[in-house]
């Protein structure tokens, strides 16, 4: 077992360095067109089948990664949130090669691979031990549900990449009126979002490569098999300084930070003081990775991206975006609405019970169908399409991370 866990780290560092690489292969091939030579069309697409290479390579290597994990855990590894997150990437990933091998528009890639970068790094914060499935889990529901609920995500996931792209293809980013600022503002508010999970992502990497630690042991009351309440300590571990400190808990080992040697305030009862403390370090963090970036490009980082995508037809983007969409709305509509009915009945005695993470999958299924009715009744296209791609996508990511992190719930299992 030691020797397929050591070849499963193995295959997940591959796959990361894939991937990215891909992605900056990928880059090379569309911005590389302008120093193409007399033949910037061969250029691009010699570079790009390097690219599309390497990206296949990076999926295989996922596969077997995913495979191996399995082998390990003796069941569909997508029971916590490290696992999952590991094969929501693959899935983006898998979308993005049926997606590309259906249109073959090279810049896709620029954007589709990072998303899935961005949530398998995230994936990475998580505790990565194989852990038993609890009783709610013990079930092959979990291997229909979870993996058609996260392969419509992905389809979704590339939806959002093209619709991001379209937009960045469109808006006048030298507009004063009104409603040119505003659109100004919302794409850089997008980009930003994904600038703060990056930061956040690279802040966790750095604490943990500087070993820090901070630990609170608290006193709680709990009953146990047979009634009987009895105190036990609790003990919460932080891989981040900690701004917020649990309800009545004491310190048992805090490295200080910046000349901070003990938390600024305690939580109160009602606060989960490690989730509010994740919030905190993923807006300080967002804000000055984002103020960095702009120091660099000293301007606002959507009309940076924004020349990359001359000569691309917006249109393609925009009906890219609507058939990744097409595709995986009924996927989604099976894995997180009817497969995750019937299990819940099966585990809990309900169909519905209006747990938060049921109640984000609704509202999530919801914006896609309004997506499509004003796209296909009210001939909603071009940016208020891309639009509405952009923003269900949000919403999206706000029901794995936000619902799972921050609200608590019976789905709350996954945050583990």
């Not at 990206?55 to 994990?69: A, N």
């Not at 390990?72 to 898998?94: C, K, V, Y």
């Amino acid at each position: 077992m030691d020797a397929v866990s050591k070849y499963n780290d193995t295959f997940f560092t591959l796959t990361f360095v894939l991937y990215c690489l891909g992605f900056m292969l990928f880059v090379i091939a569309v911005t590389g067109k302008k120093w193409g030579g007399t033949n910037p069309e061969a250029h691009m697409k010699r570079w790009g089948k390097i690219a599309f290479g390497t990206t296949l390579l990076g999926f295989v290597s996922h596969l077997l990664f995913f495979f191996t994990r399995w082998y390990m855990a003796g069941h569909i590894p997508t029971s916590n949130m490290f696992e999952f997150m590991t094969f929501l990437a693959m899935m983006i990933i898998f979308a993005y090669i049926v997606v590309y091998l259906i249109y073959r528009t090279l810049v896709i890639g620029i954007f589709a691979l990072p998303i899935g970068v961005i949530i398998l790094a995230y994936a990475a914060v998580f505790p990565q031990d194989v852990q038993p499935l609890i009783p709610a889990l013990q079930s092959y529901w979990l291997k229909i549900h979870v993996t058609t609920a996260a392969a419509g995500e992905a389809f979704f996931a590339v939806g959002f990449a093209a619709g991001l792209m379209h937009l960045l293809r469109t808006i006048d980013f030298t507009g004063t009126s009104k409603s040119s600022r505003r659109e100004q503002r919302g794409v850089e508010f997008t980009i930003f979002f994904m600038v703060m999970i990056i930061a956040f992502v690279g802040s966790v990497f750095t604490f943990n490569g500087l070993g820090y630690k901070a630990k609170f042991v608290a006193d709680v009351a709990q009953a146990d098999k047979s009634g009987v309440e009895q105190t036990i300590q609790r003990e919460t571990v932080y891989v981040l300084p900690p701004f917020v400190q649990p309800h009545n808990s004491k310190i048992e080992e805090m490295k200080p930070f910046l000349g901070m040697e003990k938390p600024l305030f305690e939580a109160p009862s009602w606060l989960a003081a490690r989730k509010t403390n994740t919030v905190i370090w993923t807006l300080i963090s967002g804000f000055l990775l984002y103020g960095l970036l702009r120091l660099v490009v000293r301007k606002p980082l959507s009309r940076a991206i924004s020349p990359v995508l001359n000569g691309i037809d917006a249109e393609d983007l925009d009906e890219i975006s609507y058939r990744a969409i097409v595709i995986g709305y009924p996927i989604f509509t099976l894995g997180a609405l009817i497969f995750a009915m019937i299990w819940a009945h099966e585990a809990w005695g309900r169909f519905w019970g209006w747990d938060p993470k049921e109640v984000w999958a609704l509202i999530t299924w919801l914006f896609y169908a309004a997506y499509l009715h004003l796209r296909l009744s009210k001939g909603w296209m071009g940016k208020r399409s891309s639009w509405m791609s952009v923003l269900g996508f949000l919403v999206v990511m706000f029901t794995l991370i936000g619902v799972n992190l921050v609200i608590a719930g019976l789905h709350s299992y996954a945050g583990v």
